[in-house]
T-cell receptor
Framework: NAGVTQTPKFQVLKTGQSMTLQCAQD?????MSWYRQDPGMGLRLIHY???????DQGEVPNGYNVSRSTTEDFPLRLLSAAPSQTSVYFC??????????????FGSGTRLTVV | AQKITQTQPGMFVQEKEAVTLDCTYD???????LFWYKQPSSGEMIFLIY??????QNATEGRYSLNFQKARKSANLVISASQLGDSAMYFC?????????????FGQGTELSVKP
């Protein structure tokens, strides 16, 4: 099925470990982004990309790296996990810069716990 | 300062009645977009409706409509004929500028409970 695929769905890390959250879309969307959702809060932008090879920081980028080598994939790397990074992570994509009536398509999320 | 404010942490509505979820926003851009998303207990984010800042008419999508009052900077979601399946978190979000693909600013959400 077409859409945004995130893996894994659940992950437990120990403090200091590193890992990569995967995000892939098969809709030929240029624009992709990563958000985190903490309890009782809305989503906050971590990093975003306007096309292959182009990325930029969002509101809460510290502790995370991204790269965009292909249109389809936009992985999020946690360099040295901290308990403060316990959250639900969402990847989103859109075809156009303004998204408009098609909206942004979100993946199903990755629930990450750092102990 | 918060750019998206949802002042209702929780709302209750009787099945088959209409409900309005409030959203106010703050931006100095002339071109922007407003989105509403639904997040059921399963956790996925479901796109509901979009309003562009230059759209002259309020957006409608089935039972969802957006009451857009530009001068007041409000973009309230109206759900008509509520159903039990409407119980969920609802988020208002804004894209500032026309070419800010991927950059959404979210409010804190409103939890809607539909009573039978």
């Amino acid at each position: 099925n077409a859409g945004v695929t995130q893996t894994p769905k659940f992950q437990v890390l120990k403090t200091g470990q590193s890992m990569t959250l995967q995000c892939a879309q098969d809709m030929n969307h240029e624009y992709m982004s990563w958000y985190r959702q903490d309890p009782g809060m809305g989503l906050r932008l971590i990093h975003y990309s306007v096309g292959a090879g182009i990325t930029d920081q969002g509101e809460v980028p510290n502790g995370y790296n991204v790269s965009r080598s292909t249109t389809e994939d936009f992985p999020l790397r946690l360099l040295s996990a901290a308990p403060s990074q316990t959250s639900v992570y969402f990847c989103a994509s859109s075809y156009s810069a303004h998204a408009g009536r098609n909206g942004y398509t979100f993946g199903s999320g990755t629930r990450l716990t750092v102990v | 300062a918060q750019k998206i404010t949802q002042t209702q942490p929780g709302m209750f509505v009787q099945e088959k009645e209409a409900v309005t979820l409030d959203c106010t926003y703050d931006t100095s851009d002339q071109s922007y977009g407003l989105f509403w998303y639904k997040q059921p207990s399963s956790g996925e984010m479901i796109f509901l409706i979009y309003q562009g800042s230059y759209d002259e008419q309020n957006a409608t999508e089935g039972r969802y409509s957006l009451n857009f009052q530009k001068a007041r900077k409000s973009a309230n979601l109206v759900i008509s004929a509520s159903q039990l399946g409407d119980s969920a978190m609802y988020f208002c979000a804004m894209r500032e500028g026309r070419n800010q693909g991927g950059k959404l600013i979210f409010g804190q959400g409103t939890e809607l409970s539909v009573k039978p």
